[in-house]
């Protein structure tokens, strides 16, 4: 097996290559991936079977087991995002200011590929052809290092990618994968400051922070994501409802899912009989505080730690609200930066909560579950920054760059 020292090495040689491979070889050799992975679906299932067969003893919840599983729809659907990426402008070399300086000299700020990307991801394979293209066709050499929990499923896909992307003319060592799950192969790459420039970690609190911790590499943090809707006391009750119920049970195990809803207490008891009924339907339990309980006792009661839980499953933390004031100081208190949204139709309180409540994508009477590259059209998206650095919220193929300046000069010098 090759160490993860040798992978990284090789990686830094192909990046030189690829950072000034043509558009059309990184396109043709995208396209040649996804038509592998449809050619690979037997495989592919196979290897995903094992992994769902190891992650049921195990005790996974379904949700979890949800996020794990390939079929032929979900491949179908990593391979047309590969062509959708093979189908997007290049951003390599595009121009995004150019302007004259004082001494004549002619400047531009260009897009630049950032070299050597690793990612270290838990669970859902999907997030292995979707970085790995839009690294690529972004001109970074890719390392991949995902989870045990989808250990065979990664593999396959990533042998799959390797050989049809090395055949169609990508350089070899582009694309690398990780095939130990020791966390000593985790330490191992980041400590590779130099053949590394920038680790993206998705997964969960305590992935993040051991990466974090532990990372001699510039990280990008994809962050839990505690999201929160608050149905103002103008919402009105067939969009709360819809936009709660999708929020939360439209896809709960992943990381842009609603885990909070918050309820203005002067429209909760018109509000939360709706919302009880929708939710029930769609199989969430909820876990409320005792003001909503008062209406629903049906509902289980809420405890402090369920505020600041990210269940990634169908259950939802519910709270009674005096107002926009409470909401406001409640999503501040415990949400996690991601997705944050309003229902109101109060236009001024609309527009108050864009302001105050920071996270990487707040909404104002829309689901927090659109919080992804295709809903922003901005095509597959690599997974979504919760830093407050940029690039915030989810990364395309511009996020997955960066810029470099080009100065053209007719002799000018420093006086």
């Known amino acids: 097996m090759t160490t993860v020292t040798e992978k990284a090495r090789a990686a830094r040689e192909a990046a030189h290559e690829l950072s000034v491979l043509p558009a059309g070889v990184k396109n043709a050799a995208l396209i040649a991936m996804a038509a592998a992975l449809e050619a690979g679906l037997a495989d592919i299932e196979a290897a995903n079977a094992i992994d769902l067969d190891a992650g049921r003893q195990k005790g996974l919840t379904t949700a979890m087991l949800d996020r794990l599983m390939l079929n032929g729809d979900r491949v179908r659907l990593m391979a047309s995002n590969l062509r959708d990426i093979a189908a997007m402008a290049d951003p390599v070399g595009e121009v995004i200011k150019s302007w004259t300086a004082p001494n004549g000299m002619k400047l531009s700020r260009v897009r630049s590929p950032i070299g050597v990307i690793a990612i270290v991801y838990e669970a859902r394979p999907n997030v292995t052809t979707e970085t790995a293209g839009l690294s690529l066709k972004a001109g970074n050499c890719i390392i991949l290092r995902g989870g045990s929990e989808a250990i065979n499923s990664n593999s396959i896909l990533a042998r799959l990618m390797t050989e049809a992307g ?153 709270k009674v609200v005096s107002g ?55 095509g597959p998206a690599s997974g979504i920054n919760t830093d407050r650095v940029y690039p915030r919220g989810p990364m395309g193929i511009e996020e997955m760059t960066g810029s470099r300046y080009v100065i053209r000069g007719s002799g000018q010098v420093r006086e």
């Open 324 to 378: 926009f004031d409470e909401a406001i100081a409640h999503i501040r208190r415990y949400h996690s930066g991601l997705a944050d949204a309003i229902v109101t139709g109060d236009e001024e309180k609309g527009e108050r909560f864009l302001k105050l409540v920071d996270s990487a994508a707040t909404y104002w009477n829309a689901s927090t579950r659109l919080t992804d590259g295709l809903p922003f059209g901005i």
């Open 166 to 318: 090395t055949a169609a003319g990508l350089p070899a060592g582009a694309v690398q994968f990780i095939e130990t799950t020791a966390h000593e192969a985790v330490s191992e790459l980041l400590g590779l400051a130099g053949l590394i420039d920038l680790v993206i970690a998705r997964g969960s609190h305590r992935l993040i922070k051991a990466v974090t911790e532990q990372s001699r590499i510039p990280v990008m943090k994809h962050y839990r994501g505690l999201c929160h809707v608050y149905v103002e006391s103008s919402a009105g009750r067939q969009m709360a409802v819809g936009i709660v119920v999708n929020a939360k049970a439209n896809r709960p195990s992943t990381c842009n899912s609603a885990e909070t809803v918050l309820v203005d207490e002067a429209c909760a008891a018109e509000m939360l009989p709706a919302l009880a009924e929708a939710l029930a339907a769609a199989g969430v339990t909820v876990r409320a505080d005792e003001a909503a309980r008062a209406i629903i006792p049906g509902w289980e009661a809420a405890t402090e730690e369920d505020w600041d839980t990210e269940y990634l499953d169908l259950i939802l933390s519910l």
